[in-house]
């Protein structure tokens, strides 16, 4: 017994108890079988019966008196009780969960098991639409890839149409606005997302315990058919694949496929490229005529085997992907939706997008010879790599000391990079009337610029 100073059990108990609702009856069936009338304690409107007042016969209990739905009438069987105890350590097993809670649930404990960025497509630093077909256009981290298409016009874009009571609200959709008259042997059309090696050494590929991965995602077409879709280990050059079927045009489908972890090829543990998943929408003879069901080295014949479909020469055909989700495992759990400031933060370790309408956002700089200014900048979050710049509008200003402007549309190289700082140094110049090593301000005027660390 627990009492002041002494620990209580890790075994709690109570008495089983039953409700009965009245039918206007006297005879009742336990939830119990119960040997004598001492076995159980009923209580009638708060007030417990004498045992004489009562029978019992295994499950069946008589009454002395019938009882309607208005009357309260409770069973205690005193013979029995319920509680809980606190397992032993390692008494349950997966297996004995298994049964009960579904792994989508288990998984959800997990945060940031999916290996995508933006696979709900809600970012889109770079704009809503483009009709280019090649490189990042429209929803970060997805990228298109392309191969001697001749005719091909298409869009890319991020839009409001996600499957219903999914929690997701935009997917990324690619239309055809001028079709191949032909789907050549040499030609195909992917969307691929790219992902760091460091952030896959839990994969334990090139051992024995390499983990398979499962990838589940939303897709919709006005074309029906077979579409192909693989993953790629950069640093061994090998891949695999598998297919998905769309049974039904212009209708969210939900497709899961697994894909077994790679015992001999490796992933640097670094911030380069270690893994590319691709979706293939069109693949010809040389790029689909090799099996790529199991780990083996990369062909151009191992690209998009099993494709059966014809969007790329379909006109206005669309497809459309969204709740792109890649995790360790051999099932799917629930999308994982990660708050929009977390998501938008990952995804400008690889692309950052800045404007300044004015030069209000001055940085301290030093003068590099007679055209030049060195200056630190600012960054919303680390960058993956030394980034590529690119910029459009008015330039840069530089204030003299005297008070005086010098201006330039040069765009600034990076001269100094950290991958763990929030800042960069730059060189602008295209200047007059710098003086070396002297402090000046520089502010980008009337100027969209972009920093790409993309993979």
């Not at 001697?148 to 499957?163: E, Y």
């Not at 003299?400 to 950290?418: A, E, L």
């Amino acid at each position: 017994m627990a009492y002041i100073g002494v620990q209580p059990t890790d075994t709690y108990l109570s008495i089983a108890s039953q409700q009965i609702t009245g039918t206007g009856s006297a005879i009742y069936t336990l939830d119990y079988s119960v040997s004598n009338e001492e076995d159980v304690a009923v209580f009638v409107n708060n007030v417990r019966q004498n045992v004489s007042t009562y029978t019992v016969s295994g499950t069946s209990l008589t009454l002395g008196g019938t009882i309607s739905a208005s009357d309260s009438c409770w069973v205690l069987f005193l013979g029995r009780t319920v509680g809980t105890k606190t397992p032993a350590v390692g008494s349950v097993t997966n297996d004995m969960l298994s049964g009960s809670i579904a792994t989508s649930k288990i998984s959800n404990l997990y945060p940031y098991r999916n290996l995508i960025i933006n696979g709900d497509m809600s970012i889109a630093q770079r704009g809503t639409t483009s009709s280019s077909l090649s490189g990042y256009t429209s929803c970060d981290r997805f990228t298109a890839t392309n191969n001697n298409l001749d005719q091909l016009a298409g869009t890319l874009s991020q839009i409001s149409d996600a499957p219903s009571g999914s929690g997701l609200s935009k997917s990324f959709k690619f239309t055809v606005t001028t079709p191949e008259t032909t789907l050549d042997a040499d030609e195909y059309l992917t969307i691929q997302h790219r992902i760091e090696g460091q952030n896959l050494q839990h994969l334990k590929f090139n051992t024995s315990s390499a983990e398979s991965l499962t990838l589940s995602f939303w897709v919709k077409s006005t074309v029906t058919g077979t579409y192909p879709v693989g993953l790629y280990l950069i640093d061994n050059n090998r891949n695999i694949g598998n297919t998905y079927t769309i049974n039904s045009a212009n209708t969210w489908e939900k497709k899961t496929l697994t894909f077994v972890g790679d015992t001999i090829g490796s992933i640097d543990n670094d911030n380069t490229e270690g893994l590319r998943l691709w979706f293939i929408l069109g693949a010809g003879s040389t790029f689909s005529n090799s099996n790529n069901t199991t780990w083996d080295t990369y062909s151009s014949g191992r690209l998009g085997y099993g494709v059966s479909s014809n969007l790329l020469t379909t006109s206005s055909a669309t497809w459309q992907v969204t709740g792109v989700q890649l995790e360790v495992g051999t099932s799917a759990s629930d999308f994982e939706f990660l708050p929009y400031d977390v998501n938008i933060l990952r995804c400008q370790r690889y692309f950052q997008k800045g404007y300044n309408g004015s030069d209000n956002a001055v940085h301290a700089g030093r003068g590099q010879g007679t055209t030049s200014v060195d200056f630190h900048f600012s960054l919303v979050t680390p960058l993956r790599a030394s980034p590529t710049i690119t910029q459009s509008g008015l330039g840069w200003r530089v204030i003299k000391p005297s008070s005086s402007i010098s201006d330039s549309s040069d765009t600034p190289t990076v001269t100094g990079f950290y991958e763990l700082n929030p800042y960069i140094v730059l060189r602008n110049s295209g200047h007059s009337g710098i003086t070396d090593n002297y402090l000046f301000g520089v502010s980008p005027r009337g100027l969209t610029y972009y920093f790409d660390s993309e993979l």
